[in-house]
């Protein structure tokens, strides 16, 4: 697969978890889970779904620092 193709279905990820996830809350941090971390037994994760999640982390956290600076 070339990287076009890659970045597309992250991409598409993303934007579903967007619409899904329309929290006010601030996170604790960049890899800070929300929640309780429920140990998976014998299931990974797909390559797109871990990389999808942190690009949409990274994305938020800038969203919030922007934010932040806006406001002084």
Same mark, same amino acid.
């Given at each position: 697969?070339? $990287? &076009?193709?890659? =970045?597309?279905? /992250? !991409?598409?990820? /993303?934007? #579903? =978890?967007?619409? *899904?996830? %329309?929290?006010? &809350? +601030?996170? %604790?941090? $960049? $890899?800070? +889970?929300? @929640?309780? /971390?429920?140990?998976? *037994?014998?299931?990974? %994760?797909?390559?797109? !779904?871990?990389? @999808? !999640?942190?690009?949409?982390? $990274?994305?938020?956290? %800038? #969203? !919030?620092?922007?934010?932040?600076?806006?406001?002084?």
């Amino acid at each position: 697969m070339s $990287l &076009d193709i890659y =970045k597309k279905k /992250i !991409e598409e990820y /993303i934007s #579903k =978890k967007e619409n *899904t996830s %329309r929290s006010s &809350d +601030p996170s %604790r941090g $960049l $890899l800070a +889970p929300k @929640g309780m /971390i429920e140990k998976e *037994t014998g299931k990974q %994760r797909d390559a797109i !779904e871990n990389v @999808g !999640e942190f690009v949409f982390a $990274l994305r938020q956290k %800038r #969203k !919030e620092i922007k934010n932040q600076r806006g406001k002084k």
